[in-house]
């Protein structure tokens, strides 16, 4: 009986410790983060340029929510003609830099459908920048829909084009939707064993718990209904932020120049969001063909992110890799080359003319 006791006010014990420890971080002013804006160059709104003439500006919904995009479509074309739907990367706008991308398959005849997920940009959705992979999955389903409610989009030609931590989001719905025409991955964290591990050895175990307690106290908050606690997206070396990798902050502000929606923060709350379906585990049912865009000295993916997918692909996976980092695809010679290489893709694919 005595130990029966000891063993019950232990328990106890730890039970109070537990929830002081809660009230503390959900409720006092505690885990302040410092802000890391990210400026524009030039924030005289009369030096933007103009948007391209054939931009609309089109919106869609989802569970109730105003999702809000672009839809680019090619001018005098006489017949439905095929569509990219667009989606960005972590915390990412369609004003950052999907608009250079648009510009050049519009060119090349294919219609664009670029948007914002909800809690993100332009679109509805409170309290504002919150990460949710399955919200995210359910726009771009949405997506897919609308476009193929437009009488100038060929509903059985939709290419499903995304980047770096949505670099697996066309495999997932591809694999559900065998209507989906082909699938672009460029520089896509596909696989979440294989980019934890260089995450985990990037930041170390430290990093992680630190990102953890921030999650407890945004989540605990959200059950409140308080005002949500976030950290940034990313930030410089050594501070707290999603992403801290060497030039990881330069690069995300190089992108954002041009948007007007882009804010540096997330709901740290992620953390505890459902991941939707994995991937890789996926791959071998989508019907497809699937271009992987890969950078052999990327630091944010895995550089090997794309292999297990692309093996339960098989011959359905084409992989083009060039000798660079993480940001240097979006801009520059290797934009050149990984946009070239997308148009060849994407034609072939589609069986469109070539010249």
């Not at 949710?132 to 829909?145: E, H, M, N």
Request: hydrophobic share 40%; glycine share 8%.
């Amino acid at each position: 009986m005595t130990v029966l006791m000891g063993a019950l006010m232990g328990f106890g014990i730890w039970i109070c410790i537990v929830l002081i420890y809660l009230i503390v971080i959900i409720f006092l002013p505690v885990l302040s983060v410092p802000e890391q804006p990210i400026y524009r160059q030039s924030e005289d709104l009369s030096e933007d340029t103009a948007p391209p003439p054939y931009r609309h500006d089109v919106e869609f919904s989802v569970s109730g929510t105003t999702i809000r995009a672009w839809l680019y479509l090619p001018e005098d074309t006489a017949r439905p003609v095929p569509c990219v739907i667009m989606s960005t990367g972590f915390g990412g706008t369609k004003d950052g830099l999907l608009e250079s991308y648009a510009v050049r398959f519009v060119e090349a005849g294919l219609a664009v459908l670029s948007y914002d997920y909800r809690h993100f940009g332009e679109s509805d959705g409170e309290p504002r920048q919150v990460y949710d992979v399955s919200y995210q999955l359910d726009d771009l389903r949405a997506a897919v829909d609308y476009a193929r409610s437009r009488n100038e989009i060929d509903a059985e030609k939709i290419v499903l084009w995304s980047t770096s931590a949505a670099g697996g989001y066309g495999l997932v719905i591809a694999a559900e939707d065998e209507r989906i025409a082909a699938v672009i991955s460029q520089c896509g964290a596909i696989d979440h064993k294989v980019d934890g591990r260089l995450y985990l050895k990037r930041e170390g175990y430290c990093f992680f718990l630190r990102l953890f307690v921030h999650a407890q106290r945004d989540k605990g908050r959200s059950r409140f209904g308080l005002s949500p606690h976030t950290f940034p997206i990313v930030g410089r070396p050594g501070s707290v932020a999603m992403f801290t990798a060497p030039e990881a902050f330069e690069g995300y502000a190089r992108l954002v120049q041009s948007s007007k929606t882009f804010r540096n923060e997330v709901c740290a709350r992620l953390f505890f969001m459902k991941h939707g379906p994995d991937p890789v585990e996926v791959s071998q049912r989508v019907q497809c063909p699937v271009l992987f865009l890969t950078c052999e000295y990327d630091n944010l993916a895995a550089p090997d992110s794309y292999k297990r997918a692309a093996e339960a692909l098989g011959d359905k996976a084409e992989v083009i890799s060039f000798p660079i980092r993480h940001f240097d695809i979006y801009e520059g010679e290797y934009f050149e080359k990984a946009t070239g290489a997308m148009i060849s893709f994407m034609k072939n694919s589609l069986r469109l003319p070539t010249a």
